[in-house]
């Protein structure tokens, strides 16, 4: 694990080498429950602040 987390603007431009078109962030507080939900396009997600447990095909 990488002693600090990258920031927005390192994300950003991360995310542009890799031809994303959009970068969003989603700040949610503590202990937040996100339904079981579907994207209809690509993602790649970078966490740059706290945690997020995400769950794959479940």
């Not at 989603?26 to 993602?43: D, G, K, S």
């Amino acid at each position: 694990m990488p002693d600090s987390l990258p920031s927005f603007a390192q994300v950003s431009e991360q995310a542009g080498a890799r031809s994303f078109d959009e970068v969003d962030r989603a700040m949610l507080p503590p202990q937040t429950v996100v339904e079981t939900h579907r994207h209809p396009f690509a993602l790649w997600a970078r966490v740059t602040e706290g945690e997020m447990w995400l769950g794959v095909g479940a």
